[in-house]
């Protein structure tokens, strides 16, 4: 044990490491600990390693004796305030991250390698005590210089960004220095400027946009789900409660899909609050930029920050309301390391803060309805919708024994040739991904089923098995269908590669735009990609969800989703609730502009009433059946649920470790109706870079019964000594 000679001497730290705890150091030689804070950035010797940690908290006594000095403070200024740390230590328990990794997920690059934030210190031009003397009147024979002196007497000290984006030139700064009158003082950092947008007026609100926000209180905790369909003003709601929060003093987050970040969205928001600075975190930024941007937002200086996933990690302290746009969306689920939800995470930060959260979707998580219906958030919808556009209409084209060419039925075939001939575009919808097969009769429609429970079997290829993953039944592959002897078995759900192939050649005359997670690493990629479409020439885009979303195509009037059956009968429970996400957008897509949108849905099941029930009534009353089955099967959001992940080369040794895992668990906390254990079973994506991946899945009744065994599985699975092994937990896992 070691005590400190003073009161707090000893620093905890947060060492980017993969285990789940502090460690404890003493201050660098030389540094008084009176003199550090907690959020600072300090260099330690780490396992033979130095490493980038942060200060967390300053304590007097440690339970390790020769504790180490830290080699070197980087910050003056703490990066972390004391709300951000205490969100931080919640979502390292609820998640069983290591604190390390969460803070090192919350830096950007450049700082989570070491640069100092200085760096990013903004000039400030600032009146001197003679130029604070001066009377308003004074050179009137230099306007520009006269202007320049004006504006600093009346707003303060102006940041030399904001002087050089509004074209104040570097003579008529010079002119006043020389005087005496200014002079450039080190301050705050500022956002990158964001491009220029010409400033646009807000509209008179409706009047359900009226009472949406006179629902929405404008201080202390609250949570609102924002049911409204694409176009229905939910942005114009977004906007007002920015502005609300604006003028009380306060800094504004927007959440937003990785794919919803365009420059389009940034132009409304800068041209909507002129003067304001606005930072934009996301991935397409330069590291430089991307740091500026951060520090500008945890400084306090940005006043509206808008940013993917990770921006629910920065510190925000004069925070006044959370808005997360397209909750639904995957993206907001970090799927690797330290696998947190931001959608979830921005309801969290909203009690802390002691501010109104307000999550909007045209098509809700079932998770955020659940909260809705169960009076946990305020439940705030609108109804109409802006705007002409007219809603498409949907047709279902059933495929069963039908010649289909590669997966498509030839009257589809027949339509996107008619579409690309009439000079417009379509779009095919192939999930070639996230859906995992059921396996199906090709002739009679059968389906494998099992025999103790209301699901489909998955087809397991490598082990030629089907298996329910919910029951944990297995069986050997079928080469013919038990109904009627066809030979003609496939795997539902199942665009392939020879599907795009094919429309590829067919099509041959007009661009194919393929777009998926592959081909668009990045914005700039992505749009690049869809410069022909956008530029109005018939083409043919192939995509999967990300092009539901946020891209305004106005000559996309074909729309077409290969299969609809892979989300019926996933072994994937959240399959159903993609799908009719993703028909619920594309047919929102659909004739936004002048013409008229079609969309057909392929599939063998035309009549099963779910798939009735979304093209007859649309997504809300689909999605309130969705939740009854989940209720009924005892899945999420009815109750809560955590994956133990483990993949390895060799899938013995993944199943092995998770059948321990189970086992160890289970004599601790055994199953009951409560609490139950399932697997360790293959995940639906069964192997991945060469790994064999499986998982155990925890359902409770309470959500507070999970993160303790969680805790108890890290703590048993962090003395792992099989280096090939990779293991990981998932709180409220979106992926199976
Ligand atoms: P959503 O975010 O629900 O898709 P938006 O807020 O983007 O909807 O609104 C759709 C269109 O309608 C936008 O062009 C927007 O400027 C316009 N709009 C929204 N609210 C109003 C309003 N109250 N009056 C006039 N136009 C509006
Ligand atoms: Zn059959
Ligand atoms: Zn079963």
Redo the contacts with the bound molecule.
Sequence with gaps: MQQADQQGGILRLAVPVPLRRLFDYLPPAGVDAASLHPGQRLWVPFGGRKLLAVLVEKVSESSLANLKPALELVDHQPLFDARSREFMRWAASYYQAPPGELYSAALPAALRKGKPADHWAEQWLTLTTEGKGLPETALARAPKQQALLQRLLSAGPQSRTALRTEGVTTPVIRALEERGLVTWKVGPTVPPPLPAAEPSPSPELNEEQRQVLAEIPAEGFSASLLEGTTGSGKTEVYLRLMDRVLQAGRQALLLVPEIGLTPQTLRRIAARFPGRSIAALHSGLAEGERAQAWLAAAGGQADIVIGTRSAILTPLPRLGVVIVDEEHDGSFKQQDGVRYSARDLAVVLGRMANVPVLLGSATPSLESLHNALTDRYRHLRLRQRAGAARPPQIHVVPTLGQQLEEGFAPQVLRHIGETLDRGEQALVFINRRGFSPALA?D??G?LADCPHCSSKLTLHRRERSLRCHHCDYRRPLVDS?P??H?RSLSALGGGTERSEALLASRFADYPVIRVDRDTTSSKEALDRLLAPARAGEPCLLLGTQMLAKGHHLPKVTLVVIQDADGGLFSADFRASERMGQLLEQVAGRAGRGELAGRVLVQSRYPEHPLLQLLLEKGYGPYARQLLRDRAAAGLPPVRAMALLRAECEEPRWAQEFLEQARAMLESLAPSSPQLQYLGPVPALLERKSGRFRFYVQITAEQRAALPPLLARFCAWAEGNRNRRLRWAVDMDAQEL
């Design positions: 009769c002739d009679c059968w269908c109904a009627c066809s």
